[in-house]
C-alpha cells in the first residue's frame, strides 16, 4: 500500500491506522500548497481533488477520503480490531462517529486555516467548534476511546485535537478529552506516525 500524505495534515489518521494495522505501506510526501510531490511530480495527477490523504491498494486501486481509508485498513487487518465487523451495529456507530469528526469537526477546522477570513468570522466557527468538543468529551465520560476500546476513528480525533493545539483554542476545561489525548499520544504507534512524519 501507499499513502500519500502531508505532515499534520487529516492524513495522519490513516497513517496512524496503517501502523496501528501493522499493514507493510510506502509514504510519499505531498507538498499541498504546491500540489507537488516530493520528486517534483504534479500531485493533482494523483488526486485532481487535489486534497490529501490518498491511498492506493496492492492491486492498484485507490480511495481518497479519510473516514473510507480508515475502514479500508481495518478491514484489511479484521484481526487488530482496529473497526467493529462490517454489518454490525457496533460498525454503524464507529460510522457515526467518522461523519461526525469529518462533518463537525474537520470541516468546522477549514475556515481558521483561511487567511483571508476576518478575525470575527473565524471566531464563530471556534465558538461552533469548543462546542463540538464538548460534545465529544461528554461522550468520553468513563471511556478510554471514542468506541470504548482503540478504533480507527481515534486516530481521527486524535488529529482534530492537534489541530485544536495548533489553533490555540482552549479545551482545558474539558477533562475527559484531556485523559485522552494523553493516552492518545503515550501509545507507541502514534508516537511512530508522529516521528515519521516529523511532528515529534
Known sequence: MKLY???GACSLSPHIALLEAGI????VKVDLKAKKLA?????LKVNPKGQVPVLVLDDGEQLTEGP???QAIADKAADKKLA???GSIERYHLQEWLNFLTSELHKNFSPLFQPALSDDAKGFFRDR???????V???LAGKDYLMGTFSVADGYLYVMLRWADGM?????????IAAYKARMAARPKVQEALKSEGLA
Do not use: M, Q, R, W
Open 84 to 86: 467493529p465487523p462490517c
Open 137 to 139: 468529551d461528554e461522550k
Open 168 to 176: 490555540k483554542l482552549d479545551l482545558s476545561a474539558l477533562k475527559n
Open 68 to 70: 473510507v481509508i480508515v
Open 5 to 7: 500524505y502531508s505532515p
Open 129 to 135: 467548534l469548543l462546542g463540538k468538543f464538548k460534545y
Open 24 to 27: 507493510p505501506h510506502e509514504t
Open 39 to 43: 520528486d517534483g511530480g504534479d500531485f
